[in-house]
């Protein structure tokens, strides 16, 4: 049985041209969190000397896209994203708070879905120096479903 050279040669050539394809799609994947990381690390001495209303405006608006990022229901069909219908984030003296409003009528495990998935934004995304404060999950009219302390 002959190995011809020209099968080698084409069977490299795929397998080069398939691993720098999963090599790019690994690095477009990833530099977003990655440049954030590095960026956050960089700019959080900076983030301190804001204002806490232009953090809280910041951080606000930061947590809705890492929230479409990572659990959009129209892409991922996750049963409890479709209940989050907004999000308030205040600061006190180095204390983040954040509330979580929704449509849900009673507690459930939807809002503690909902509160694991921004507690996860809370540990990996808050600035240095504010990593304490209070996640609350809020029902109709206000009310209190669940909440965890950071």
Do not use: C
């Not at 994947?29 to 960026?39: C, F, I, M, S, Y």
């Not at 694991?116 to 540990?123: E, I, M, P, R, S």
């Amino acid at each position: 049985m002959r190995i011809s050279v020209n099968g080698i040669l084409v069977a490299v050539f795929i397998g080069i041209v398939f691993g720098l394809k999963m090599q790019d799609d690994y690095l477009y994947r990833n530099t977003d969190a990655q440049t954030e990381g590095v960026l956050r690390q960089m700019i959080a001495p900076v983030a301190m000397a804001e204002s806490e209303a232009a953090m809280e405006q910041g951080l606000s608006e930061e947590l809705e896209i890492y929230m479409k990022r990572n659990f959009d229901f129209s892409t991922l069909k996750t049963h409890w994203a479709q209940y989050i219908k907004g999000y308030d984030v205040s600061m006190d003296n180095g204390n983040v708070y954040i509330a979580v409003r929704t449509n849900l009528e009673k507690p459930g495990s939807q809002s503690n879905y909902i509160l694991n998935a921004v507690q996860g934004f809370a540990k990996s995304r808050l600035p240095q120096g504010y990593e304490h404060g209070r996640i609350s999950v809020l029902g109709l009219q206000g009310k209190k479903l669940t909440e965890r302390e950071l």
